[in-house]
């Protein structure tokens, strides 16, 4: 019954491993979100991806890369992990013509050591 | 630049008492603003918004928040608070597309019994 999951909810890993954390909606819904949550607890825009439609926040390092095999998943590929990695990621998803309801994942604790 | 303040990291408020969490913000055009709530371990819900029309905003739970134009604030309210509206509380801005949010810091409540 969870509306947007994320997997795994804990990664722990060594700097310079590349590592994925996979996100499933099963709303239904066309746009989802990547968001960073940092030590301070601003909540900051990764990426959003509207059906085919990928809008890159700029400010996002090309280390980060999201990847969507369809509209119901955005997967986050995170390559040669840096120690300020470290963060909450948080996915999200909004329906057609309500994109500013999002329905938020539990979060995923990436720990780089 | 687009910003949203919390001033309040912390609130403790006693059961039954009256809440209101500060938010202000910092954007050009109108606002569409929001408030999320965040129990430990779970994703952020949406508890209100305001997009136009009537400057206070009823929300889910009870609460309620006032949008002034004037002093850039959107605070949330609740009359008498419960046990189970100890979490954490986030205020975001959102731009005209919805492509992009900005959140504030987060205020922790907690409620003594």
């Known amino acids: 019954d969870t509306a947007v999951s994320q997997t795994p909810k804990y990664l722990v890993t060594q700097m310079g491993n590349d590592k994925s954390i996979k996100c499933e909606q099963n709303?239904?819904?066309?746009?989802m979100y990547w968001y960073k949550q940092d030590s301070k607890k601003f909540l900051k825009i990764m990426f959003s991806?509207?059906?085919?439609?990928?809008?890159i926040n700029e400010t996002v390092p090309n280390r980060f890369s999201p990847k969507s095999p369809d509209k119901a998943h955005l997967n986050l590929h995170i390559n040669s992990l840096e120690l300020g990695d470290s963060a909450v990621y948080f996915c999200?998803?909004?329906?057609?013509?309500?994109?500013?309801?999002?329905?938020f994942g539990p979060g995923t604790r990436l720990l780089v050591l | 630049a687009q910003s949203v303040t919390q001033p309040d990291i912390h609130i403790t408020v006693s059961e039954g008492a009256s809440l209101e969490l500060r938010c202000n913000y910092s954007y050009g055009a109108t606002p569409y603003l929001f408030w999320y709530v965040q129990s430990p371990g779970q994703g952020l819900q949406l508890l209100l918004k305001?997009?136009?029309?009537?400057?206070l905003v009823q929300g889910i739970k009870g609460f309620e928040a006032e949008f002034k134009r004037s002093q850039s604030s959107f605070n949330l309210r609740k009359p008498s608070v419960h046990w189970s509206d100890a979490a954490e509380y986030f205020c975001?801005?959102?731009?005209?597309?919805?492509?992009?949010?900005?959140f504030g810091s987060g205020t922790k409540l907690n409620v003594k019994p």
């Open positions: 999200a998803s909004s329906p057609p013509r309500a994109q500013e309801t999002q329905y």
């Open positions: 305001y997009f136009s029309g009537d400057t």
């Open positions: 709303l239904g819904h066309d746009t």
């Open positions: 991806y509207n059906n085919k439609e990928l809008i």
């Open positions: 975001a801005v959102g731009e005209g597309n919805f492509n992009k949010f900005y």
